[in-house]
T-cell receptor
């Protein structure tokens, strides 16, 4: 089952503009992660934000988390052609009985296209 | 440090056959997770191994199985292949000593069932 849902499904902007993608999830989480996937490649981890954090920055990336609304947003500033990719949010579903067990539940992703 | 390596990159099989996919994690990573990616279902968690033990499992039929070796390398097996098994299979590794860690993905094995 999908935990996160990204919005919009597709986004096309001009190079230099900012891109904002949103993610909503259903159950309580320990953290939320954002990943990027270029066509035909694996996923690349971008940023992890913990449930007790509200905002996090990494270079041109800014992630916010609102646990009361069960939502997160990813902002990419000053976009570049190389940012063209699909972006996924993922929430952890740590096994309640097995400490450390890893399981990420991904949304369907936002396909971002940066036009030169 | 070398990244996660998956072999083969591409595979074509027919219905009813079985297939084994391989994943070599980043050196020092003890957790290996497997995901299936399809256009319709997106990314779905298959299972996770840590120190040769399956620690977590997704909602897939028993035809999907895996194992992990003492050097943390992992294999995934799918028996009695069906057309719907056509997908990109992704492997990810992490230290795995605690929850909530970023995962490092390989480029996947694209499996096509004819």
């Amino acid at each position: 089952s999908q935990q996160g849902e990204e919005d919009p499904q597709a986004l096309s902007i001009q190079e230099g503009e900012n891109a904002t993608m949103n993610c909503s999830y259903k159950t309580s989480i320990n953290n939320l992660q954002w990943y990027r996937q270029n066509s035909g490649r694996g996923l690349v981890h971008l940023i992890l934000i913990r449930s007790n954090e509200r905002e996090k920055h990494s270079g041109r990336l800014r992630v916010t988390l609102d646990t009361s609304k069960k939502s997160s947003s990813l902002l990419i500033t000053a976009s570049r052609a190389a940012d063209t990719a699909s972006y996924f949010c993922a929430t952890d579903q740590e096994s309640p009985s097995i400490q450390g067990a890893q399981k990420l539940v991904f949304g369907q992703g936002t396909r971002l296209t940066i036009n030169p | 440090k070398a990244g996660v390596t998956q072999t083969p990159r591409y595979l074509i099989k027919t219905r009813g056959q079985q297939v084994t996919l391989s994943c070599s994690p980043i050196s020092g990573h003890r957790s290996v997770s497997w995901y299936q990616q399809t256009p319709g279902q997106g990314l779905q968690f298959l299972f996770e191994y840590f120190s040769e033990t399956q620690r977590n499992k997704g909602n897939f039929p028993g035809r999907f199985s895996g194992r992990q070796f003492s050097n943390s390398r992992s294999e995934m097996n799918v028996s009695t292949l069906e057309l719907g098994d056509s997908a990109l299979y992704l492997c990810a590794s992490s230290l795995g000593d605690r929850g909530n860690q970023p995962q490092h993905f390989g480029d996947g094995t694209r499996l096509s069932i004819l």
